[in-house]
């Protein structure tokens, strides 16, 4: 069964399911993911590197679903530039920055 939806060649938007985004990140280290509520707004748009506890590790007192099942949604992808091009194409005058965690 395919667990995410594909939007373009190398655009990967999660469905709902955390199960599912956390499994496929920890099995694809290589790439970023983009974190950012439903509406995009720039101030929660953030660029992580796959790698980053951030987006892998709920912090309270967020609960279980907390990363694609609520508010959020996640984008994959392993090319940096799409990323950003994404945004904006998703969103007049958006923006995404980079974490400074992992980045
Ligand atoms: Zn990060």
Known sequence: MNTTEKTTASITLFEPDDAK???WVNEHPEGFVLTSNKSL???FTVIH???CDKIKIL???AKPGG???RD???VYSTNLT??????????VNG???KCSLCF
């Open 49 to 51: 590197k796959a790698t």
């Open 21 to 23: 985004y956390l499994k």
């Open 41 to 43: 707004y720039p101030k």
């Open 72 to 74: 959020y949604i996640k």
């Open 95 to 97: 923006s995404s920055r």
């Open 59 to 61: 912090k309270a007192p």
């Open 82 to 91: 799409d990323l950003n091009t994404w945004v904006l194409q998703k969103r």
């Open 67 to 69: 990363f694609t099942e």
